[in-house]
């Protein structure tokens, strides 16, 4: 493609990108069906400024998909994963059955061989992984009953497309429709190995992943972390995926199922809040161009024949999969309200469709007619998901009601914790380990790859990454924690944190360590509320020892540095505002410390924060010698 | 609510407040309820360090102090004693020119895990609270307050739910009339305690 060629192509799809979703938000319609009415759009149908090269754009596009599945991955521990297992298998493969059979059954209705209705039936009972997994996840409904359900039927459905292909060539009624095949699962070389060569392939590359996911993507990660150049971490993320995605491809299994093993192998590494920060900005670009081409690529020359038809079908289509849905959802007891987001978010028909539709017609399965009407009511059923759910949540939430019955598998998907601490050096470990002896779960962040290495063999759990920066902060989970602790050694950084931190999570309390007064003074005056010297602490301590080796009396050292302490963080507070008129800070200063000096040594302190007169009044002496006298 | 109410301050301490039931309970509401001021004690001095220019100036703005605490070895936890050590001052509370607290009253209310019967002179205890509580009315006296029978709920360890309930009913009732200016207080300076008969002491509307 000429460089002109792609700056252009490039530049449709961005202004129709940006346009389409500032729209979609503005009248509050989700980010989807902004992409999707963008891709309508500049499409043949109403602009026509992209055209043939439109299903090429998709299978690019598609790589969105897999970084989307590595990402969910990513955020899925293994242990998750099994606790899912019922919901999965049960909930999922009951979905496809019965929806196959039922879609399958109107199409021998309709007078479609039974080999023809099985195929179209298996096709379209998947539903679209892309668009709902980013609207539910746009709308926060992923942590809800109904969100949990949804992402086990479509991990089902991820993988039930392998032996769905597999199956197809053996309904094969018509002649070999030869094209190009570049479909990805085309999986050439292996397809010529007997069947127990291509399980033992299929085998091989599985554990592949997993292993090298255990044992050498860690060190990978750490000697790219360890050159401190962003950008090659990025890239490394992105290989790593790709890698995957060829793979599996090679083997003739699903990418996305692929990066999807690999992203749970990663969850609990310390890289996990990395990768999910460098890669997510990639996975919504292409998962927005994806949606574009989906857009696009509707045939409204086709509609337009016979509009009734496809009309009829897409309704027919999304009623059938909503009541199997909403069917299954009461056999696994989901509450009303939840059963009913539940059936309007899978009740369209996905972009695995696009492939198997693909495969249909070349292994014969489907006649290219059947398969392309097929194709548009996929396409235009993707594109109500969002009006579907629309509808959900303004007409019928409200008269159901919300019946959530307490979030109680909120903590599946990912663990939440209350603080996030960044740098966990000698200060933030000894924080950390007070709060979690205290069973208080924290998320550490550290930039030092060396020392999230030995912290991790420790046991600590820590994860890899640059504090500072806004998604990592988000992947760590900053929408959801209370606290922010930050010690951090880069005093530039803290500040920027704390900017940051204060704009986009306001419910956050931060508190800061500051390595000494100077650091303290310019993070009280851009205005941190809690500011923690680290040395302040250890060296009233040592003071106080010091003391008491010169023969003090415990209680009088141990209060003598209380009140030196109260004393000094107010004198901290008056002399931040002041600092920069150095002579009238100079003078304050010294006037402050001599005040304090004069209260520690007088006898009576009456005016000290840690007033302690009264323990031997100098008054009730005088008034008992008066009596006697 | 007019400005005649009397304010009071109820100096709150529990060590471990999250293991307590009973005061937990007892405590419950009392934040926001009008004309009282709720002070916790151990939660604002961890350490023991207390303010006592702000305590002296806390006990001036109000009229009734009350001492809520569990009952430890027949007394106050240790922060209630260090308070009174420092706060109470000579020539303050107490002296020639200590007046500060005249004309205020003061009581205790507090847990003990004891049933009444060991808290009397044929009991296990021997003495019944009141008497236990001797340092405290003595202190009360000269420093020239009122001293009012205790509060007390015996016998915590037994109680179930409902129980401790009624009990938090009778103290925030009890602490209302006291804000209302609705309690016989001879009354409530003779009993053993004041919550022994809570009927007879505090009237229903104010005279």
Not at chain 1, 585 to 607: G, K, N, P, T
Not at chain 2, 201 to 206: A, D, M, P, Q, S
Request: proline residues 3%; neutral net charge.
């Amino acid at each position: 493609m000429a460089a002109g060629g792609f700056f252009t192509q490039a530049l449709v799809y961005l202004t129709a990108a940006i346009l389409g979703v500032l729209v979609a938000k503005r009248i509050g319609l989700g980010s989807v069906l902004g992409y999707l009415l963008a891709g309508v759009a500049i499409g043949p149908a109403v602009l026509g400024f992209v055209g043939a090269e439109g299903s090429d754009v998709m299978h690019f596009a598609e790589f969105g998909v897999v970084l989307m599945l590595f990402l969910i991955g990513l955020e899925l521990q293994p242990s998750l994963l099994w606790r899912m297992r019922s919901a999965i298998l049960g909930l999922g493969g009951l979905q496809v059955v019965v929806s196959t059979v039922a879609i399958a059954a109107i199409g021998m209705a309709w007078g479609l061989a039974w080999q023809v209705a099985l195929a179209v039936g298996l096709s379209l009972s998947l539903s679209s992984t892309a668009i709902v997994l980013q609207t539910l996840q746009e709308k926060k409904l992923m942590r809800t009953d109904a969100g949990q359900s949804a992402f086990a039927v479509l991990l089902f459905q991820d993988v039930a497309v392998i032996p769905m292909l597999a199956l197809f060539p053996l309904l094969a009624t018509l002649p070999r429709h030869v094209e190009e095949g570049h479909a990805p699962g085309d999986a050439g070389w292996v397809s010529t190995l007997p069947p127990w060569g291509e399980t033992l392939v299929v085998l091989g590359a599985v554990s592949a992943i997993v292993l090298v996911g255990r044992f050498l993507v860690r060190p990978f990660l750490r000697a790219i972390a360890r050159t401190r150049v962003r950008e090659l971490f990025i890239a490394a993320a992105l290989l790593l995926v790709v890698g995957i995605a060829l793979l599996m491809d090679s083997v003739g299994l699903s990418p996305a199922l692929g990066t999807f093993l690999a992203g749970v192998v990663l969850a609990n590494s310390e890289y996990r809040h990395a990768l999910e920060s460098d890669i997510e900005p990639f996975k919504g670009l292409l998962l927005g161009l994806f949606f574009i081409s989906v857009g696009a690529s509707i045939d409204f020359r086709m509609i337009a024949q016979q509009p009734g038809t496809v009309a009829g079908l897409v309704a027919l289509l999304i009623a059938v999969k909503w009541l199997v849905l909403l069917l299954l959802g009461r056999l696994f007891r989901m509450g009303l309200d939840q059963n009913l987001l539940f059936a309007f978010a899978l009740a369209q028909a996905g972009e695995f469709a696009f492939v198997l539709f693909a495969f249909a017609i070349q292994d014969g399965v489907v006649p290219v007619d059947v398969a392309s009407l097929s194709i548009a009511v996929v396409a235009i059923s993707m594109a109500t998901t969002p009006l579907l759910l629309l509808f959900y949540e303004r007409i019928v939430r409200p008269r159901v009601g919300t019946r959530e019955s307490a979030p109680r598998r909120a903590d599946e998907v990912v663990e939440v914790n209350p603080v996030i601490i960044a740098g966990f050096g000698d200060f933030g470990n000894i924080v950390g380990r007070l709060l979690r002896a205290n069973g208080i779960g924290t998320t550490v962040l550290e930039d030092d790859s060396d020392r999230v290495e030995l912290l991790r063999r420790l046991g600590f759990k820590v994860f890899y990454g640059d504090a500072s920066r806004l998604e990592l902060l988000q992947a760590a989970g900053a929408a959801e924690a209370k606290l922010l602790v930050i010690a951090l050694d880069d005093l530039q950084r803290t500040h920027q944190m704390v900017k940051s931190v204060k704009q986009e999570f306001p419910h956050l309390r931060i508190l800061v360590r500051a390595q000494g007064r100077v650091d303290a003074y310019e993070l009280l005056e851009s205005g941190v509320e809690r500011v923690y010297r680290q040395t302040l602490d250890s060296s009233l301590t040592l003071g106080v020892d010091a003391l008491r080796m010169l023969g003090f009396r415990a209680v009088q050292a141990h209060r003598a540095a209380a009140t030196f302490r109260q004393h000094d963080e107010n004198d901290l507070r008056e002399l931040a505002s002041m600092r920069h008129d150095r002579p009238a800070y100079l003078s304050r200063a010294r006037q402050l410390i001599a005040q304090l000096e004069e209260l520690l040594q007088s006898e009576v302190r009456d005016s000290g924060p840690v007033d302690d007169s009264a323990w031997d009044a100098e008054s009730l002496r005088r008034e008992f010698s008066e009596k006697s006298a | 609510m007019t400005d005649a109410h009397r304010k009071i301050l109820v100096l709150f301490a529990h060590p471990a407040l999250q293991k307590s039931r009973v005061n937990r309970a007892l405590i419950r509401g009392l934040d926001v309820m009008d004309g009282v001021t709720f002070h916790d004690l151990y939660e604002r001095y961890p350490r023991l360090e207390i303010d006592v220019r702000h305590e002296q100036e806390l006990l001036l703005q109000h009229d009734i102090v009350v001492l809520q605490h569990p009952f430890y070895w027949y007394s106050t936890p240790a922060i209630l004693k260090e308070y009174q050590d420092l706060v109470l001052e000579h020539g303050w509370a107490y002296g020639r020119e200590g007046r500060a607290l005249r004309g205020k009253i003061l009581l205790n209310a507090l847990t003990a895990g004891g049933s009444e019967e060991v808290y009397c002179a044929q009991g296990r205890n021997r003495y019944t609270v009141r008497r236990l509580l001797a340092p405290i009315e003595q202190t009360a006296s000269l420093c020239g307050m009122r001293y009012l029978a205790p509060f007390v709920v015996h016998g915590t360890h037994a109680l179930d739910a409902a129980e401790i309930e009624l009990h938090r009913r009778d103290y925030h009732r009890l602490l209302e009339a006291l804000r209302d200016d609705r309690v016989d207080l001879d009354a409530a300076a003779r009993a053993t305690h004041v919550n022994a008969d809570i009927d007879a002491i505090v009237r229903t509307h104010t005279h």
